[in-house]
Nanobody, 118 residues
């Protein structure tokens, strides 16, 4: 039930937008719906950092560096979580990971690369 698959990464110019998507293809609805979902990112040589999270009731939190530019959302009927990113800057370049947590169990996707470059 832990399989998470990200998509939507790519190369974008500064100021551009991307929408990341993550599907929990093997999670059943009764497990997915109450899960805390999040996006993390990591660059080589640095620790993985939390970008945004969304709880089962839709409450969201964002890293200060992305507030006002990124929006996290979820679609329980499709078992998906999204990250809409706008105003992208080179410092947003990273491998972005989808994360699901429920009852102390955590699951990670393989990551999708986002590169912001002129």
């Amino acid at each position: 039930q832990g399989n998470l698959q990200e998509s939507g990464g790519g190369l974008v110019r500064p100021g551009g937008s991307l929408r990341l998507s993550c599907v929990a293809s093997r999670a059943i609805t009764s497990v997915f719906n109450p899960s805390m979902l999040a996006w993390y990112r990591q660059v080589p040589g640095k620790e993985r950092e939390l970008v945004a999270s969304i709880s089962s009731d839709g409450s969201t939190e964002y890293a200060e560096s992305v507030k006002g530019r990124f929006t996290i959302s979820r679609d329980n009927s499709r078992k998906r979580v999204y990250l809409q990113m706008s105003g992208l800057a080179p410092e947003d370049t990273a491998l972005y990971y989808c994360h699901r947590k429920l009852d102390g169990r955590e699951f990670w996707g393989q990551g999708t690369q986002v590169t912001v470059s002129p």
